[in-house]
């Protein structure tokens, strides 16, 4: 029921930034968790960040510091702000949302940090 888009990703230099976001369509109920995960060829996919609908937040490790999670409740949307991008953290980036017993995935966009 519920369709998740991603927006955002694109191509940046090293130490560049990106925000990335998430709209969720048809939701009729709230949405209590929503996430992003990413993925590169060969390798599990990796949870990078989670925010509640209380607005309590998450990090990998390898994200702290440069990478944050934020919501809109009432437009069911999910922003990623992403500065002081490195090589690696070059991945296809996975919206994930939680509504209810419902769990749905967006299609994912591209991020590329090189130089």
Same mark, same amino acid.
């Given at each position: 029921?519920? &369709? *998740? ?8 230099? %090293?130490?560049?930034?990106? #925000? *990335?976001? +998430? @709209? ?7 949405i209590s968790i929503m996430d992003?995960?990413? &993925?590169? %060829? ?5 949870? =990078? @960040?989670? =925010? ?6 998450? !990090? @990998?490790?390898? =994200? ?16 990623? &702000?992403?500065?002081? *991008?490195? %090589?690696e953290d070059t991945a296809v !980036?996975? +919206? ?5 017993? #419902?769990?749905?995935?967006? &299609? ?8």
């Amino acid at each position: 029921q519920v &369709q *998740l888009v991603e927006s955002g990703g694109g191509l940046v230099q %090293p130490g560049g930034s990106l #925000r *990335l976001s +998430c @709209a969720a369509s048809r939701a009729s109920r709230i949405i209590s968790i929503m996430d992003w995960y990413r &993925q590169t %060829p060969g390798k599990e996919r990796e949870l =990078v @960040a989670t =925010v509640t609908s209380s607005g309590n937040t998450n !990090y @990998a490790d390898s =994200v702290k510091g440069r990478f944050a999670i934020s919501r809109d409740n009432g437009e069911n949307t999910v922003h990623l &702000q992403m500065n002081s *991008l490195k %090589p690696e953290d070059t991945a296809v !980036y996975y +919206c994930h949302a939680i509504s209810g017993v #419902r769990i749905y995935w967006g &299609q994912g966009t591209q991020v590329t940090v090189s130089s």
